[in-house]
């Protein structure tokens, strides 16, 4: 049975129609852009967030999710990720989560600076109390000033999102801490979500305060989310502010120099150990750094060279490992929660270091101390034979090392002599007698005939 073209147009128009509706009801799902700030705030992962950040904007983004778990890190950062969410157009929401992470120090200001702050239970916040870098000492003047600024700091910005004023700055003057559950009531965050599915649920239709003072509906359900991600070299450089890391390169870069300067020439431990050095003071120049540790460290490579040069039954060699290992405790700056380097890689570095750089100078300083074997310099102190006397020229010829030399002699030689070679100059040899007239080379004997022995009568 043949159908009319009418009968096959109404199912194609209506098919054509879902179609562009389902188009149209996916071009207009809320749009999230989310941000996982995982580790140290420093200038990597501030660069990281702030350019994650400006992509929702372009992209006109319904919502930004900032998820954190943090220990803090440098103030510079903080404040630029800060100011990045407070000018955002964009409604910044900052997340605490999963299950057993924490907002601390930087990340507390973080949490507080946000249009929408929540936390997943099981998490803390809080600490924020102002951290000296570098392990110095303040006065009771400066710390005053310091802390003074940070507070007024988390005060102008808490203030302005309505949160608890009196309460947040205790975490700044006193380091409290809260729970999930206590930030909750004492109006320091808005939710506690258990996931990320929960807290949109509970955002869906929620007035936000912008900082500004302009209000906004949030409507996010069936929102589309697009997580971004660090570039390779966001990710690269994340990991080298690693402290253990840090510590790693440190030592393969010292270790690579000292190979190339041992043994000229190599050129692989030159640039290895260069690089790997470049790395490390890049890194340490942006972590709190305890100049004790690293007077430590210096001195655990001065007691490995001395246990190569004197031989002390490793009792240098273990001093040299235990400063290393307690260098590398003390290198970071270890009152900043979540900053330091483990026992376990400071062990890992020292022993192998110690063995591997006690082992390569030993042999360079045998290598020093040895005779001579090759060129004119292996020929210094063997003992020749004299083959021939020139008493015209007073050239003597001399037989050593299985070669035949031109040699001068200061004192009288005797034919089928031995002589010991004094100096090479150029290809002939500065040579003098031996009481022994006996040579005591292995060379066999020029021109020589076997002798006969004398026959006895009976």
């Given at each position: 049975?043949?159908?009319?073209?009418?009968?096959?147009?109404?199912?194609?128009?209506?098919?054509?129609?879902?179609?562009?509706?389902?188009?149209?009801?996916?071009?207009?799902?809320?749009?999230?852009?989310?941000?996982?700030?995982?580790?140290?705030v420093h200038?990597?992962?501030?660069?990281?967030?702030?350019?994650?950040?400006?992509?929702?904007?372009?992209?006109?983004?319904?919502?930004?999710?900032?998820?954190?778990?943090t220990p803090g890190g440098l103030d510079s950062s903080m404040r630029?990720?800060?100011?990045?969410?407070?000018?955002?157009?964009?409604?910044?929401?900052?997340?605490?989560?999963?299950?057993?992470s924490r907002a601390a120090s930087a990340g507390f200001f973080i949490l507080l600076s946000a249009d929408v702050a929540a936390m997943a239970p099981g998490t803390n916040t809080g600490a924020a109390h102002p951290v000296f870098m570098g392990g110095q000492q303040m006065d009771e003047v400066m710390k005053e000033k310091v802390t003074n600024d940070a507070a007024a700091y988390l005060r102008s910005i808490v203030d302005k999102r309505g949160r608890n004023v009196e309460l947040a700055e205790t975490g700044v003057t006193e380091s409290k801490s809260f729970t999930d559950a206590e930030a909750l009531e004492g109006g320091l965050v808005e939710f506690v979500a258990a996931d990320r599915a929960d807290l949109l649920a509970q955002l869906e239709g929620y007035e936000v305060t912008r900082f500004d003072g302009e209000t906004e509906v949030l409507h996010l359900e069936g929102a589309?989310?697009?997580?971004?991600?660090?570039?390779?070299?966001?990710?690269?450089?994340?990991?080298?502010?690693?402290?253990?890391?840090?510590?790693?390169?440190?030592?393969?870069?010292?270790?690579?120099?000292?190979?190339?300067?041992?043994?000229?020439?190599?050129?692989?431990p030159g640039v290895a150990g260069g690089i790997a050095l470049v790395m490390a003071l890049f890194a340490l120049s942006l972590l709190p750094i305890n100049w004790a540790g690293a007077a430590l460290i210096l001195l655990a490579i001065t007691f490995f060279v001395l246990e190569a040069k004197f031989i002390t039954g490793g009792i240098l060699a273990a001093g040299g490992v235990l400063a290393m290992v307690l260098g590398a405790?003390?290198?970071?700056?270890?009152?900043?929660?979540?900053?330091?380097?483990?026992?376990?890689?400071?062990?890992?570095?020292?022993?192998?270091?110690?063995?591997?750089?006690v082992f390569l100078l030993r042999?360079?300083?045998?290598?020093?101390?040895?005779?001579?074997?090759?060129?004119?310099?292996?020929?210094?102190?063997?003992?020749g034979r004299v083959e021939s006397i020139d008493a015209g020229e007073g050239i003597i010829k001399v037989y050593v090392h299985g070669e035949l030399w031109d040699a001068v002699s200061p004192g009288s030689v005797s034919a089928r002599g031995?002589?010991?070679?004094k100096a090479v100059e150029g290809l002939t040899l500065r040579v003098e007698p031996v009481a022994d007239s006996r040579p005591r080379t292995t060379e066999p004997e020029l021109n020589s005939e076997p002798k006969k022995e004398a026959s006895k009568g009976v």
């Open positions: 049975m043949k159908l009319s073209t009418g009968k096959l147009f109404v199912p194609a128009a209506v098919c054509c129609a879902l179609f562009l509706l389902g188009a149209a009801a996916r071009a207009q799902a809320p749009q999230i852009v989310e941000i996982h700030l995982d580790g140290i200038p990597v992962s501030a660069e990281f967030i702030t350019a994650g950040m400006e992509k929702a904007i372009r992209q006109r983004a319904d919502a930004i999710l900032l998820q954190i778990s630029r990720i800060i100011e990045k969410i407070i000018s955002s157009p964009v409604p910044v929401i900052v997340y605490v989560a999963p299950s057993g589309q989310i697009e997580l971004y991600a660090p570039s390779f070299r966001q990710r690269f450089l994340s990991r080298i502010l690693d402290p253990n890391i840090a510590f790693i390169l440190l030592a393969l870069g010292i270790l690579g120099l000292y190979v190339e300067f041992s043994n000229p020439g190599l050129i692989f405790l003390m290198l970071i700056n270890t009152r900043m929660p979540g900053i330091s380097i483990s026992l376990l890689t400071a062990l890992s570095v020292a022993l192998p270091f110690g063995l591997i750089t042999l360079v300083i045998q290598s020093h101390h040895a005779k001579v074997t090759t060129g004119g310099g292996g020929l210094i102190g063997e003992i031995s002589v010991r070679v």
